[in-house]
């Protein structure tokens, strides 16, 4: 009865990606990512953290397209304990953790929700600040699937992905404060990870649970017709 009574249990409005969604069943090592560009977007879209909608950042500026689904992890913010994984950041970029989903299939669709298998990681400084990009594969993938380490994938996919990064925010002049300092494996991702998920609820577990408290009370005047 108490399985049935949990699929049945649904938000009364739409949940914000970043604060009201899960980041995943088994986090660090299987998580549920927020998409916001597709490997076919030629515009930067993200989630506007005020209204938890997609808006368009910035048009690319060069011809380089994201060689992976790019989102972020729910529930996750980037501030001291990722900058104390990251050597030589000033500080952490203060948004949601951001990740790769590497799909064999095509999916040309953003904003939606995918279940993953973290594999690794790109550490990344973005004028100084500390920036990682989370590697990982689509859970139930038929080509993807066994891969366990980022080492396991094509390096032609990872120097895409390197490449990009390197690239997307080239300014005028062509010129970039991005630093790619490495890649690493599962393990550190899984403790960037949770020291992501650790900072996110010491700036907003409270106001979280506060959120979760109020929705409960509304469900529950609707179900007693209060």
Same mark, same amino acid.
């Given at each position: 009865?108490?399985?049935?009574?949990?699929?049945?249990?649904?938000?009364?409005?739409?949940?914000?990606?970043?604060?009201?969604?899960?980041?995943?069943?088994?986090?660090?090592?299987?998580?549920?990512?927020?998409?916001?560009?597709?490997?076919?977007?030629?515009?930067?879209?993200?989630?506007?953290?005020?209204?938890?909608? #997609?808006?368009?950042?910035?048009?690319?500026?060069?011809?380089?397209?994201?060689?992976?689904?790019?989102?972020? #992890?729910?529930?996750?913010?980037?501030?001291?304990? %990722?900058?104390? !994984?990251?050597?030589?950041?000033?500080?952490?970029?203060?948004?949601? !953790?951001?990740?790769?989903?590497?799909?064999?299939?095509?999916?040309?669709?953003?904003?939606?929700?995918?279940?993953?298998? %973290?594999?690794?990681?790109?550490?990344?400084?973005?004028?100084?600040?500390?920036?990682?990009?989370?590697?990982?594969?689509?859970?139930?993938?038929?080509?993807?699937?066994?891969?366990?380490?980022?080492?396991?994938?094509?390096?032609?996919?990872?120097?895409?992905?390197?490449?990009?990064?390197?690239?997307?925010?080239?300014?005028?002049?062509?010129?970039?404060? #991005?630093?790619?300092?490495?890649?690493?494996?599962?393990?550190?991702?899984?403790?960037?990870?949770?020291?992501?998920?650790?900072?996110?609820?010491?700036?907003?577990?409270?106001?979280?649970?506060?959120?979760?408290?109020?929705?409960?009370? %509304?469900?529950?005047?609707? %179900?007693?017709?209060?």
């Amino acid at each position: 009865m108490s399985d049935r009574k949990e699929e049945l249990e649904y938000h009364g409005w739409r949940p914000h990606p970043w604060h009201g969604l899960s980041p995943g069943k088994n986090p660090p090592t299987h998580v549920r990512a927020f998409i916001e560009i597709t490997p076919f977007d030629l515009v930067k879209y993200e989630v506007d953290k005020e209204t938890g909608y #997609i808006v368009v950042d910035r048009p690319q500026r060069t011809s380089a397209q994201p060689p992976a689904l790019y989102g972020f #992890i729910p529930r996750t913010y980037c501030a001291e304990g %990722v900058q104390g !994984l990251t050597p030589e950041a000033d500080k952490a970029d203060g948004d949601p !953790l951001d990740i790769c989903v590497i799909s064999e299939r095509r999916i040309d669709r953003g904003a939606i929700l995918i279940d993953a298998r %973290v594999i690794g990681g790109i550490q990344m400084l973005d004028g100084g600040e500390a920036d990682d990009k989370i590697i990982a594969v689509l859970s139930n993938d038929y080509i993807w699937s066994d891969v366990e380490d980022i080492r396991d994938l094509p390096d032609v996919l990872v120097q895409r992905l390197k490449h990009y990064f390197g690239t997307y925010k080239m300014s005028d002049d062509m010129d970039s404060e #991005i630093r790619i300092t490495g890649t690493y494996g599962p393990e550190h991702a899984g403790k960037v990870i949770t020291a992501a998920m650790n900072d996110y609820e010491r700036y907003f577990g409270a106001q979280r649970a506060a959120w979760e408290r109020a929705e409960k009370r %509304v469900a529950a005047d609707v %179900v007693s017709g209060d």
